[in-house]
């Protein structure tokens, strides 16, 4: 295209008048720009500083809600309730003192309880909220909202906080939740931010302590815009947290309760265990606490009530006792020796009332001795003398493996607080443990289960299931997490011979329900639910030969501390076992007389599913045993037993 | 035989170019850049692998090819800025068949091992064919209403393909930085006033529609001019980044509160802090001397090009700087603007400062035809 010079310098000079024009333009915008920036950074500046000073974005943690538990039929052991609170942050605040008073004229607060938050705003930094009132009601707190902007710093806040609403039915096994410690903090290694809020409750003891991590969930976040005086403007951003995981207990919530009933004023222990899984129905240590207290706030005096009584009723003792298990460990010696070969069912050991061995007299319970008795027999009538005889055949070590096999000696894997090991002694372990060789007379004492050896009631009631069910159970008291069922694989074969697993049932059913049974009071006369069991009285202290010249002291006649612990242990339906039961009942005397009726009882109720029949107890007991559930205090009491019939 | 191809032999040659280049706008581009980097050093809580490191690199490579540019001669672009801009088209169509998504928009596409954005390209693109385009048309044709539809159909094509991705920043680029050139060729004002009262009644119609079935923007886009219009009303979402943008730009004052010392962009709370929100960083950290310094360093380089312009006695030379100096213009005006809260928010980064590496090289390349065209001027 052919431009001429004159047309080509037009346009040039046109395109230089526009540019100069868009230059122009592009000036006044630049010059807009500064005007804008000069105006915020020189003369809003102060503004905007006092804004970018108060205003900072911080992240505030939404606390998840705790994890539920359930037991095995869905009914609720430990859940969440709203509760209101007030705290306070001291750097809103110019007069902490006045203003507590101020708060005082709002919300019912003791001397004693306004003096100590005072001084736990002032131990604490400045900018963290500390809870003053917590469970006011709900007058106190509304009166407190309406007045929040008279009282700078404090604010009414809601939250969850823990409840048990079977009180003190699961409060060993649940255990309870608390405030974060600065001790709790420092056994965490990498502690959860959400754990720095204060008063923010974590497991302190039992399964809430042992499932801490599940029940805990995951905290949420709020970006929150707070001001220089550090009180949230306005909310920015939320995410949600992950509530904590519900758990489904094997445990009955009937049973548990009738257990704890049923142990009553005594200072005792029972375990109810499903042989054919393995699933804890019950597991009861009396007496008990209510859980709510700790949760609430325990004062000092129910404090010092709880821990001055001699029953010990903060202790669990279903896992955490330690007893000798008595004549209760006459079935492991028996299977010891059986499965040793050292012995044959038939054969008998003759009893005198006792037992010359390395020159001491061991003495049988009978003072005038059993005569003849082969196994059955001695089980039957929990003769000593024969199993001082086989310990010195089988030695202690072959004993003390049967009881591992059947699970004393061995920890529980069960997430409760300080499950106990028991002891079944070895004579490595006195080696170790007191740097003395083992003896014979260790052994003889060890045969029936005195001396070293050690159980609680989670191990007998183990102990128990295992002979019942030919099979290595292995306890647990977690169903399912989330509604995922836990994977609890079948137990495997304890590999012992049939023959002598048999000999050793048939020796616990004649403690029940033969001639000469030690637990003959307590046999349950409906055929289908007759009941095995082994009794087991067990010395808390030395009889010397003085006394024994003169005559032992009967229990009654004694102080309750140096009484005989009771023991029994029982499975049943004795052809088809269903349950296990064990029972200790802290110096209740005599395992036939105090602990037999209690496991008969508790197992008649699990059979039965609820109070069972009268006619499960022989027709000159059921006048008792009517009698004695009057003063029982049961949940649901109106579900009553199913008819004899039918079976759980 | 046009003017330019007349006077070829005063085009310096060779290596003798060099000695012609406009030095002053290398160093003002240069100093620009490094600012850039020292933001996001800053913005980075004080580490340079993250953003500032490879945005040097590509620094380096975008001088690289600006020279490389700058030493072709200029009628070489005129010749391709054709076929420039037919493969930035092709390329956006590219994108709307396979391009990545990014940021819920269709941006990238991936080319081996790299990632370009077509509309990038294509904003140089439109500039250096409108500006081979008027160079090519007889003068006094330039507003007749034939002559005036070709350059709009040119600049709506690309511009519909950007709305399409979405990406309402570019296509408001395209359509203003084509605007510039057709300003500046001449183009009677009389279309000028006419689009601007059509665009008027549209921008009506387009919030009249919200809410109904024929629906002309993305919801997001009608929550922006809602946030602009009062940025307090949505202080959870969109308005958080403006009222947080404009508190730490204000809190700048006049030092500002030292190198690293911001505040409000230590607290994490812009999303976008080292791309298109980096402005406020430097606000808030050198206060208004350092933002007026950067918008200084920019009107230096705008003066540097007009400069260029006036001087070239090359129609296309001068259209294509006034062009890309136009473009820049409009890059770093809007950006500001956005910021301060003037003007709503549009994903248009701060030019050679903004984290990001085509846009970074398109630039650059851009200035080496301003270069190009300075170097092979007509003396």
């Known amino acids: 295209m052919k431009q001429?010079?004159?047309?080509?310098?037009?346009?040039?000079?046109?395109?230089?008048?526009r540019a100069l024009l868009l230059g122009g333009v592009q000036v006044g915008i630049m010059g807009l720009l500064t005007a804008r920036m000069r105006k915020m950074q020189l003369e809003e500046a102060d503004n905007?500083?006092?804004?970018?000073?108060?205003?900072?974005?911080?992240?505030?943690?939404?606390?998840?809600?705790?994890?539920?538990?359930?037991?095995?039929?869905?009914?609720?052991?430990?859940?969440?309730?709203?509760?209101?609170?007030?705290?306070?942050?001291r750097e809103d605040s110019d007069d902490v003192d006045g203003l507590m008073g101020d708060l005082r004229k709002l919300v019912a607060m003791s001397d004693a309880d306004a003096q100590s938050m005072l001084t736990e705003l002032h131990k604490r930094p400045p900018t963290v909220p500390v809870t003053v009132a917590d469970r006011v009601s709900w007058e106190e707190f509304s009166r407190v909202a309406v007045?929040?902007?008279?009282?700078?710093?404090?604010?009414?806040?809601?939250?969850?906080?823990?409840?048990?609403?079977?009180h003190e039915d699961f409060s060993h096994l649940l255990g309870?939740?608390?405030?974060?410690?600065?001790?709790?903090?420092?056994?965490?290694?990498?502690?959860?931010?959400?754990?720095?809020?204060?008063?923010?409750?974590?497991?302190?003891?039992?399964?809430?302590?042992?499932?801490?991590?599940e029940l805990r969930g995951k905290a949420g976040q709020r970006r929150v815009e707070v001001n220089s005086g550090g009180r949230e403007m306005r909310e920015l951003g939320r995410r949600e947290g992950v509530p904590g995981e519900n758990l489904q207990l094997t445990l009955d919530y009937r049973l548990q309760n009738y257990c704890l009933q049923r142990l009553g004023q005594d200072s005792a222990a029972a375990v109810v265990i499903d042989v054919t899984n393995g699933d804890v129905l019950a597991c009861s240590s009396a007496p008990a606490f209510d859980a709510n207290m700790f949760v609430r706030g325990i004062s000092s005096t129910e404090y010092r009530k709880l821990t001055e009584d001699d029953h010990r009723p903060l202790s669990d003792k279903s896992v955490q006792g330690l007893y000798p298990p008595g004549s209760t460990y006459k079935v492991v010696s028996a299977l010891a020796a059986l499965e040793a070969g050292m012995v044959t069912p038939e054969e008998t050991v003759y009893c005198r009332g006792y037992s010359e061995i390395a020159g001491r007299r061991f003495h049988c319970w009978k003072r005038g001795g059993h005569g003849h008795v082969n196994l059955v027999q001695s089980l039957e009538q929990s003769c000593d003398c024969y199993y001082y005889e086989m310990a010195q055949r089988i030695g202690i070590d072959r004993m003390s493996a049967m009881a591992h096999r059947l699970g004393v000696g061995v920890r529980p894997d069960l997430p409760m607080s300080a499950v106990q090991e028991g002891l079944a002694p070895t004579k490595d372990w006195k080696r170790e443990r007191y740097g003395k060789e083992w003896l014979i007379g260790d052994s003889v004492n060890a045969s029936i289960g005195q001396g070293f050896v050690l159980a609680s009631p989670m191990h007998l009631a183990i102990m128990a299931a295992r002979i019942a069910s030919g099979r290595a159970l292995e306890p647990r008291i977690i169903k399912s997490k989330n509604g995922v069922e836990v994977p609890h694989p079948e137990a495997p074969p304890l590999g012992l011979e049939q023959a002598w697993l048999d000999q050793v049932r048939a020796g616990m059913n004649a403690v029940v329900n033969g001639r000469h049974g030690s637990g003959g009071r307590?046999?349950?006369?409906?055929?289908?639910?007759?009941?095995?069991?082994?009794?087991?009285?067990?010395?808390?202290?030395?009889?010397?030969?003085?006394?024994?010249?003169?005559?032992?002291?009967?229990?009654d006649q004694l102080p309750w501390r140096r009484r005989d612990h009771a023991l029994f242990i029982c499975y049943a339906p004795v052809d088809n076992p269903r349950y296990a039961v064990s029972i200790v009942v802290e110096h209740g005397s005599g395992g036939s007389t105090t602990a037999a009726p209690i496991a008969r009882d508790i197992i008649l109720f699990a059979l039965s599913g609820g109070l069972p029949p009268l006619e499960a107890y022989p027709s000159s007991q059921r006048g008792g045993v009517e009698a004695e559930r009057k003063n029982l205090n049961l949940v649901d009491p109106d579900v009553v037993a199913r008819s004899g019939t039918s079976r759980a | 035989m046009s003017y330019l191809e007349s006077n070829l032999k005063s085009v310096p040659t060779g290596f003798r170019k060099i000695l012609y280049v406009n030095w002053p706008l290398v160093i003002l581009l240069s100093a620009v850049a490094s600012i850039g980097f020292l933001m996001l050093y800053s913005v980075a809580g004080g580490r340079l692998d993250t953003w500032a490191e490879p945005q040097m690199e590509r620094f380096g490579l975008g001088m690289a090819a600006m020279f490389a540019v700058a030493f072709t001669p200029i009628w070489f672009w005129?010749?391709?800025?054709?076929?420039?801009?037919?493969?930035?088209?092709?390329?956006?169509?590219?994108?709307?068949?396979?391009?990545a998504i990014g940021m819920g928009a269709q941006r990238w596409l991936e080319l081996g091992p790299v990632r370009v954005q077509p509309s990038e390209l294509m904003k140089i693109a439109v500039v250096m064919l409108l500006a081979a385009y008027y160079d090519w048309l007889d003068v006094d044709k330039v507003s007749r209403p034939l002559w005036v539809l070709v350059p709009v159909l040119l600049i709506l094509a690309p511009t519909f393909l950007v709305l399409a991705q979405p990406d309402l920043g570019t296509a408001v680029l395209l359509v203003m930085g084509g605007a510039i050139i057709m300003l500046c060729a001449g183009v009677s004002f009389w279309y000028f006033g006419t689009v601007i009262a059509i665009v008027c009644a549209l921008v009506f119609t387009v919030l009249q529609s919200r809410d109904t079935d024929w629906q002309l923007l993305h919801d997001y886009q009608f929550r922006r001019i809602d946030t602009f219009l009062d940025p307090s009303a949505d202080p959870l979402g969109a308005g958080y980044n403006i009222t947080?943008?404009?508190?730490?730009?204000?809190?700048?004052?006049?030092?500002?509160?030292?190198?690293?010392?911001?505040?409000?962009?230590?607290?994490?709370?812009?999303?976008?802090?080292?791309?298109?929100?980096?402005?406020?960083?430097?606000?808030?950290?050198?206060?208004?001397?350092?933002?007026?310094?950067?918008?200084?360093?920019?009107?230096?380089?705008?003066?540097?090009?007009?400069y260029s312009a006036l001087l070239n006695k090359d129609r296309f030379s001068s259209l294509l700087t006034l062009g890309v100096a136009g473009t820049f213009f409009l890059f770093f005006s809007i950006n500001m603007a956005m910021v301060m809260g003037l003007?709503?928010?549009?994903?248009?980064?701060?030019?050679?400062?903004?984290y990001g590496g085509t846009a970074m090289m398109i630039l650059l390349a851009a200035f080496g035809l301003v270069q190009s065209a300075h170097i092979h001027r007509p003396r």
């Not at chain 1, 007045?147 to 079977?166: D, F, H, K, W």
């Open chain 1, 522 to 555: 307590s046999k349950i006369v409906m055929s289908e639910w007759k009941m095995a069991g082994k009794t087991g009285t067990s010395q808390v202290r030395n009889i010397t030969a003085a006394e024994r010249a003169r005559g032992v002291i009967r229990n």
């Open chain 2, 244 to 306: 947080q943008a404009q508190i730490a730009l204000g809190s700048g004052g006049l030092n500002g509160r030292g190198f690293m010392q911001g505040t409000q962009s230590r607290l994490n709370f812009l999303p976008e802090k080292h791309t298109d929100f980096i402005f406020t960083t430097l606000a808030e950290e050198f206060g208004f001397v350092g933002a007026f310094s950067l918008l200084a360093l920019y009107g230096g380089i705008l003066g540097f090009c007009l």
């Open chain 1, 147 to 166: 007045n929040t902007p008279a009282l700078p710093g404090v604010t009414p806040e809601v939250g969850l906080s823990r409840i048990y609403p079977r």
């Open chain 1, 4 to 17: 001429t010079e004159r047309t080509i310098r037009e346009s040039q000079g046109r395109i230089s008048r």
């Open chain 2, 343 to 354: 003007m709503p928010v549009v994903g248009v980064p701060l030019p050679l400062v903004s």
């Open chain 1, 176 to 213: 309870y939740v608390g405030p974060a410690s600065d001790y709790d903090l420092s056994k965490i290694e990498n502690p959860d931010p959400l754990l720095m809020i204060p008063g923010f409750q974590l497991g302190k003891l039992g399964v809430e302590a042992k499932l801490e991590e």
């Open chain 2, 78 to 99: 005129r010749n391709v800025s054709g076929l420039i801009y037919l493969i930035a088209l092709l390329l956006l169509v590219a994108v709307e068949l396979f391009g």
């Open chain 1, 48 to 89: 905007y500083r006092m804004l970018a000073e108060g205003n900072s974005v911080k992240i505030r943690l939404i606390p998840p809600a705790r994890g539920l538990i359930y037991d095995r039929n869905g009914v609720l052991l430990a859940g969440n309730e709203q509760n209101y609170r007030i705290t306070i942050t």
